[in-house]
């Protein structure tokens, strides 16, 4: 298996060259997408907050950005028998376009428990679905027969510095937009969008100070930051399910290094906020992307009269079964 | 009670300067509305489609437009003694809001079995609600006794120039956004929007042709424009609540004269079109933005190769009850 280690730099994360290629390299097949504001939540909370609206990305998620920089900078040779991944996710379905357009192949495995809209829509990505039991041990053990098999390449879905400057993107185009951010709020579970936002604000707008969102039910990136030791997820339940995977060890120095708070908030939090944005600003986003914002509306983090940013992680949910609408 | 007429000019309706005053009047008080577009939507049914998202508008509808239009348009004596309508929807949302930034109140009639989101809504923009039986009798005579004892000058939800020209800006936006569309679909209820979308197609872009479209359950305006006599509403039963009303004596006119053809949509459409822009655009449209939707999905419109102007109404819509969870 090739390793896939940052461009051309010695260090272990992506470089601010990084980070300007990688938004290169994606920009023909990405959206840039829009910046919405709330005059509703700015006069609520006496401040400015800019949403970076990942839900209008292709796949309706960040994860497009990072798989198609990972996609993209493999040679033609390396990519000849595909990509891999396990993921139940957005990074699923991020990856099966990015191999779609580079007209490779992805094989995705997935628990035999996911969901019938997931594994459908990364079969209309093009993705090859491979099920598996659904632990750990099972998806791993089943990717590396599969990739034994195929040859494929694996694309971690955040323990990757392509996959990390990928994701950075997302805030390079918003500091772009909105020169001056105090702060970035975005969601962590993995740390791919956490440690990229992070490293964007350091080498482009190094004023801007960011901070990570986390579910108090899926707090292992709380507990890592705070005790600077490595401790992973355990037994997460949250609604929240595109954060309750562990940081990696790419993510983590990032994140120990350039982040300066994470804050943990309430699963009741997370609806409330996730319901307040479809409400108000009438846009549809998962409740990954409710954290942030409900770190504000529960008032974990100072923000009076300053400039808030916030990434919008996503917006795939399915609408058959709303967190507020009991069946 | 005074008259409300077109503004400085003999036609029945707004001319081409009243659109443009319009325009220039609400600018400080309402959004500039993006323009979206969908791939998904565009490689489905072969034609390019550009959304004009005035469900991201103030008070989440285009009723804002005309609201603020007629508001703005009377003089301080006209204001002294406030406004008033009878509504349960939008344009209550959008009198109440403009009512409150002219510092004058408005008085809303709305019947007693309006949902408690809805007075809720009225009664957050500043508007005062007086309840009345859910019949047409009794909201017209409990707006007049409103009237004689308040003095307040009535605003129709649709049948007046002010109110048409208001609305018409929203298509006017759009046509400098996208030049050259070949069509424009418009919701039909009582015509305010479906006649200013006319109008400006008319005087900004003649060939760009109008398109009015309707729920089969509520067909007043297909069978009024295709007998060319007026036919009142009975017994509307769709789920698009905007559009239960009648045409209007100003609204129809300008209809059969300016817009080319109406079609009409079955409520399985309504909903499977909703369903679809909330889940691949990730935005919120209520039902009666979904109608000219539907119409493309049915095939209903020779649209192919073409550039198709959308104006989705609205985004206000109980989140509680949606139409594809049955409780």
Request: glycine content about 6%; some cysteine.
């Amino acid at each position: 298996m090739i390793k896939i280690m940052a461009e051309k730099n010695n260090l272990p994360y992506p470089s601010k060259e990084d980070i300007l290629k990688a938004h290169q390299r994606i920009t023909p097949y990405i959206h840039h997408t829009p910046v919405l504001t709330s005059k509703t939540l700015d006069s609520m909370m006496n401040a400015s907050f800019f949403f970076k609206c990942e839900n209008f990305q292709k796949t309706g998620a960040f994860k497009a950005r990072g798989a198609t920089n990972a996609v993209f900078s493999l040679d033609r040779e390396s990519l000849s028998f595909g990509v891999a991944t396990h993921s139940s996710g957005n990074h699923a379905q991020g990856l099966s376009r990015a191999a779609s357009l580079a007209h490779t192949p992805a094989y995705i495995v997935m628990p035999s428990n996911s969901s019938n809209v997931k594994v459908a829509a990364v079969k209309n990505y093009g993705g090859e679905v491979i099920f598996c039991e659904p632990t750990l041990e099972a998806r791993e053990s089943t990717l590396a027969e599969v990739i034994k098999k195929t040859k494929a390449i694996e694309i971690h879905p955040y323990n990757n510095p392509l996959i990390i400057a990928g994701q950075a993107t997302a805030a390079l185009e918003l500091l772009h937009s909105v020169p001056g951010l105090d702060i970035i709020l975005a969601p962590v579970g993995g740390g791919g969008l956490l440690s990229g936002t992070a490293l964007s604000a350091y080498y482009f707008s190094p004023d801007t100070s960011v901070i990570g969102t986390e579910p108090d039910q899926a707090n292992d990136a709380y507990l890592s930051f705070t005790s600077r030791t490595f401790i992973p997820s355990e037994h997460p339940d949250t609604i929240a399910d595109g954060l309750r995977t562990s940081l990696g060890s790419i993510t983590f120095p990032i994140i120990l290094s350039h982040v300066s708070q994470i804050v943990t908030v309430s699963e009741q939090s997370i609806i409330k906020a996730m319901r307040f944005v479809w409400e108000r600003m009438k846009i549809l986003i998962e409740p990954s992307s409710a954290v942030p914002v409900a770190a504000i509306m529960e008032d974990k983090i100072e923000i009076r009269k300053k400039k808030v940013g916030i990434i919008i992680s996503g917006g795939n949910i399915d609408l058959d079964h709303l967190p507020w609408i009991q069946i």
